[in-house]
């Protein structure tokens, strides 16, 4: 079992920064891929980046240049360091982690979600 915990939403101007970051606590083997993924109002959910164990990322089209994932896999935190907001990028923020637990089983985990609103 894996538990996210999120933090560092809020309002910021367009063009602002924001940092977000995710821990994950509980009783695993190990986490193999954490990231972020949004959704904005009417819309769904969507991936915003993603890194793996090994270090590799992937990001949305719509953020590379602007957003940075970065991973601590000795603390299993995740931070997404977003630049250059845009009105866009307005949505709540989910943390995700795919869990390995003792047994070999993979399990898909989401955080409970931090509003970031780019308005001015």
């Known amino acids: 079992q894996v538990h996210l915990v999120e933090s560092g939403g809020g309002l910021v101007q367009p063009g602002g920064s924001l940092r977000l970051s995710c821990a994950a606590s509980g009783r695993f083997f190990s986490i193999n891929v954490m990231g972020w993924y949004r959704q904005a109002p009417g819309k769904d959910r969507e991936l915003v980046a993603v890194?793996?164990?090994?270090?590799?990322?992937n990001y949305a089209d719509s953020v590379k240049g602007r957003f940075t994932i970065s991973r601590d896999n000795d603390e299993n935190t995740v931070t997404l360091q977003m630049s250059s907001l845009k009105v866009e990028d307005t949505a709540v923020y989910y943390c995700n982690a795919e869990g390995i637990d003792y047994g070999g089983t993979m399990t898909n985990y989401w955080g409970q979600g931090t509003q970031v609103t780019v308005s001015s």
């Open positions: 890194t793996v164990s090994g270090g590799r990322t």
